[in-house]
């Protein structure tokens, strides 16, 4: 079984997450995970980090629109 992260908040998640980037990405693929999920509040600040990040470490990378959290919460 393969364990994903897929609500996890950055450093631009204001007030709220403490993970950089770059670590967070080069962690999740030393530990073999298939995929990642950035879940910010406030913002898409960190999108194009996080996707530059996934393509760096070799990974795919599929930005996900700003209404996700909305759809998937909300019946």
Known sequence: MT????????????????????????RAAELGM????VTDHEGL????????ACKAAGGPAWPAPAS????VTKP
Not at 3 to 26: K, N, Q, Y
Not at 34 to 37: I, K, M, N, Q, T
Not at 68 to 71: F, K, M, Q
């Open 3 to 26: 364990f994903v992260h897929l609500h996890t908040h950055t450093t631009f998640s204001f007030g709220d997450g403490a993970c950089r980037i770059p670590e967070l990405v080069m």
């Open 45 to 52: 600040y960190g999108a194009v980090r996080f996707y530059q």
């Open 34 to 37: 298939p995929a990642l999920a």
């Open 68 to 71: 996700v959290r909305s759809w």
